[in-house]
Nanobody
Framework: QVQLVESGGGLVQAGGSLRLSCAAS????????MGWYRQAPGKQRELVAT???????NYADSVKGRFAISRDNAKNTVYLQMNSLKPEDTAVYYC???????????????WGQGTRVTVYS
């Protein structure tokens, strides 16, 4: 099995920055897309950013120019640098990873437990 552990959430004033990290562990054979999603109170979970194994990125329009996703393939870790935070960025942020395990026999679609980000004005 594959586990994802997020860290880096917290309370920050509008205009500030936070950096989220998500480390994957387990019998990982290959790691493909990794990404961040968020869910605000009373809203559905939405995509924030994704990054492919070779580095191609995709961002939600609401975070373009403010957030940056990156990854360290050697550490099976994905990061989300969040700058110029706004109160509307307040949400629980979830890490997601797609890949294969057990020698590549099985695929996985793993989620972290979530880390809360609160932005106050």
């Amino acid at each position: 099995q594959v586990q994802l552990v997020e860290s880096g959430g917290g309370l920050v004033q509008a205009g500030g920055s936070l950096r989220l990290s998500c480390a994957a562990s387990g019998s990982i054979f290959s790691m493909n897309d990794m990404g961040w999603y968020r869910q605000a109170p009373g809203k559905q979970r939405e995509l924030v950013a994704t990054i492919r194994s070779r580095g191609a990125t995709n961002y939600a329009d609401s975070v373009k120019g403010r957030f940056a996703i990156s990854r360290d393939n050697a550490k099976n870790t994905v990061y989300l640098q969040m700058n110029s935070l706004k109160p509307e960025d307040t949400a629980v942020y979830y890490c997601n990873a797609l890949g294969s395990h057990s020698g590549g026999v099985y695929g996985f679609d793993a989620w972290g437990q979530g880390t809360r980000v609160t932005v106050y004005s």
